[in-house]
């Protein structure tokens, strides 16, 4: 993905990790998100975990770079991925 093409965004996401998955849970997180070719991850953070009987519901929250068609929207096409959100980046609060 050539970045010169692509925008830089920040995302909030709710997802579901396997906890028999390979890695930590930001490899966890990578792995998902990198299912989807119109997106480059840039840097992961999580931000809570909430552990169930066969996988991990992970809040985390993203800097990934779209190509010109894809949307923050389309992350939720992806398979154990059930919430994408723009982060809001407000000016000074008053």
């Known amino acids: 993905m050539a970045a010169t093409h692509c925008r830089a965004t920040d995302v ?3 997802l579901e990790i396997p906890r028999d998955a390979a890695g930590d849970l930001h490899a966890g997180v990578r792995s998902r ?4 070719d119109d ?5 992961i953070d999580v931000v809570g975990l909430q552990p169930r009987l066969n996988d991990l519901t992970v809040e985390a929250e993203a800097s990934i770079r779209l190509t010109p068609d894809a949307e923050i929207a389309d992350l ?3 398979v ?5 959100q723009p982060i809001e980046t407000g000016g000074p609060s008053r």
């Open 12 to 14: 909030t996401l709710r």
């Open 76 to 78: 939720t096409g992806i």
């Open 39 to 43: 997106i480059e991850i840039l840097d």
């Open 33 to 36: 998100l990198a299912r989807h």
């Open 80 to 84: 154990g991925i059930h919430e994408a």
